[in-house]
């Protein structure tokens, strides 16, 4: 067994010439009626896997060079199948424990296999999605099962599609944005669909906050503007009524609609600076309102036209 362990190959083609340090090995290969051996190891990754070879049980035996060179290639054919079995068994852990969803279907939309990933994103267990045809589950909002057979259609011609936006259903009866990557493999012989997806639902609320927060910012910058512009407007009506209340005499029925005019100036004016305050974002001092006061001072405009009853 040193020998082995030291990855040299093991030739006896007498059992019964194993000098006295070997008594231990010639004891069990004799009870096994083992006259002659040849072994030759099996070495992966610097470690011995195991041994091969051919064991004489009728007569002694000496093997020739070419029969130990032939054991040495299986020997290194069979490592060599372990290397690329320990490769598949890393590769199949990276895809199943991918941090997006990974899986790959046939040209009808039929799931031959999804990793972890893929079932957290929608919510399905192994069983309740594997082997199914996409269609069959409530999964695609029937608004865009049209683009998913499009993709489909795209896929059979070879062609690779992506990055796609869906809006799935989660079995939990929420709704989920998706984006959603395709190709075109071939796999155990035959091709397939490989598909990778990503859940972009907090990506895409953040985008929607981000816009929403633009669209507020830009109406804040034109509130700014319109109320600037309105309050030069009201300077002017300030002075004009000023200029009107000095030449009419206090008892002229015309001083009253003036005082009208100056009243609802100065009423637009606290809204400008409410508006002003909005475009700043500043606390607004809010108080209330009387409405039969309001509609009071509106009625006095009004019985300007005989048509208007209040």
Known sequence: MQKLNNFEDIHIPRVSDLPASAQREKEVLEALNIQSTIVVPIVYKNNLMGYLGFDSVRKERLWPNEIIILLRIVGEIIANALKRKEAELMFEKFVEYAPIGIYYSDFEGTINYANKKTKEIIGYK???????NIFDLNI????????????????????????????????????????????????????????????????????????????MEAITMLTGGVAHDFNNILGS?????????????????????????LDRSQKAAVLVKQMLAYSRQQHLNLKPLNINQTIEEVSVLLDLNSDIAV
């Open 126 to 132: 192994q069983q309740e999605f594997v082997g199914t």
């Open 140 to 215: 695609i909002d029937p608004k865009w099962k049209y683009k998913a057979l499009k993709l489909l259609a795209s896929n059979k011609k070879g062609s690779t599609t992506g990055p796609d936006e869906f809006l799935l259903n989660h079995k939990d009866g929420s709704r989920i944005t998706v984006a959603l990557n395709t190709r075109v493999i071939t796999f155990n012989g035959k091709q397939v669909i490989l598909g990778m997806i990503s859940d972009i639902t907090e990506q895409k609320q953040m985008e929607n906050h981000l816009r929403q927060s633009q669209k």
């Open 237 to 261: 009506i300030f002075g004009a009524v000023d200029l009107l209340q000095l030449q009419l005499a206090e008892d002229h029925p015309g001083r009253r609609y003036a005082n009208i005019i």
